[in-house]
C-alpha cells in the first residue's frame, strides 16, 4: 500500500508552548488528509478533514484556533497544536487518501506521540 | 453515517481461522464496508474493503451478507502478529470519504 509518514514519531513540550506534526504522503498525491487524535484504551477519533488548498473542516468540539491545520500541497499537511496543555497529551494520527468519490482507501501515518509536561 | 457493531474482544489459536463479525444494519446502498486493524502503538493498518460482493486479499477475506446488514472479516491462519484492534468502517458516502472509527474488537490471537 501507499507509504504515509509522519513527523516526529514522539515529543515532549512544556506546557504553553507550540508543537507541529508534518504528515506527508510519499508515494501519492492526497487531495484529502484527516488528522485523528487517540486517547489511551480508546478509539481514534476524528479532529479534522483537510483538502488541499482549502480551510479545514473540523469536527464538532474540535478547536480549530487551538488544533491549526494546513494542507499546502498535495503531499503534505501539517497540524499545530497550540498553546499546549497536559491534556493535549495524547496520539496524534494522519491519514491521506487520494480524491474523488468512490473506493480508495485511506492509508495512515505511524502516529505522534505528544507529551505535554 | 451509518454505525457498526462489534464485539469488544476475541480470542483465536494460532494457527486456526480468526471470524471477526460486524453488524451494520443501517448502511446504505453506496457506502463501503472497510477493515482495519491496530497494533499496539501503531497507525492504523489497511486491510480490505468491499460493497456487495466477497473479496479476498493476501491478508485476509471479507464475507458480506446478501442483504449487506452485517459482514465477517476471516484471518485464514492467525498468527501471533495478528494480535490487534480490528475496526469495521462504514465509509462516508460524502466526497470525502472519512472513516469513523468505533470501539473495534480486540483481537487475542494465543499459542
Not at chain 1, 84 to 103: L, M, V, W
Not at chain 2, 2 to 20: F, H, I, V
Not at chain 2, 64 to 71: A, G, H, L, N, V
Request: proline share 4%; hydrophobic share 30%; charged share 20%.
Amino acid at each position: 500500500g501507499a507509504v504515509v509518514s509522519q513527523h516526529p514519531s514522539w515529543v515532549i513540550c512544556k506546557s504553553g508552548t507550540s508543537v507541529k506534526i508534518e504528515c506527508r504522503s510519499l508515494d501519492f498525491q492526497a487531495t484529502t488528509m484527516f488528522w485523528y487524535r487517540q486517547f489511551p484504551k480508546q478509539s481514534l477519533m476524528l479532529m479534522a478533514t483537510s483538502n488541499e488548498g482549502s480551510k479545514a473542516t473540523y469536527e464538532q468540539g474540535v478547536e480549530k484556533d487551538k488544533f491549526l491545520i494546513n494542507h499546502a500541497s498535495l503531499t503534505l499537511s501539517t497540524l499545530t497544536v497550540t498553546s499546549a496543555h497536559p491534556e493535549d497529551s495524547s496520539f496524534y494520527i494522519c491519514s491521506a487518501r487520494t480524491g474523488g468519490k468512490g473506493n480508495t482507501e485511506a492509508f495512515f501515518g505511524q502516529g505522534t506521540r505528544l507529551t505535554v509536561v | 453515517d451509518a454505525k457498526t457493531t462489534q464485539p469488544p474482544s476475541m480470542d483465536c489459536a494460532e494457527g486456526r481461522a480468526a471470524n471477526l463479525p460486524c453488524n451494520h444494519s443501517t448502511i446504505s446502498g453506496n457506502e463501503y464496508v472497510y477493515w482495519y486493524r491496530q497494533i499496539h502503538s501503531q497507525g492504523p493498518q489497511y486491510i480490505i474493503h468491499g460493497l456487495k460482493n466477497n473479496e479476498t486479499n493476501e491478508m485476509a477475506s471479507l464475507i458480506i451478507t446478501e442483504d449487506r446488514k452485517s459482514s465477517t472479516l476471516i484471518l485464514p491462519h492467525a498468527t501471533l502478529r495478528d494480535t490487534a484492534v480490528y475496526y469495521c468502517i462504514v465509509r462516508d458516502s460524502s466526497n470525502t470519504g472519512k472513516l469513523i472509527f468505533g470501539q473495534g474488537t480486540t483481537l487475542q490471537v494465543k499459542p
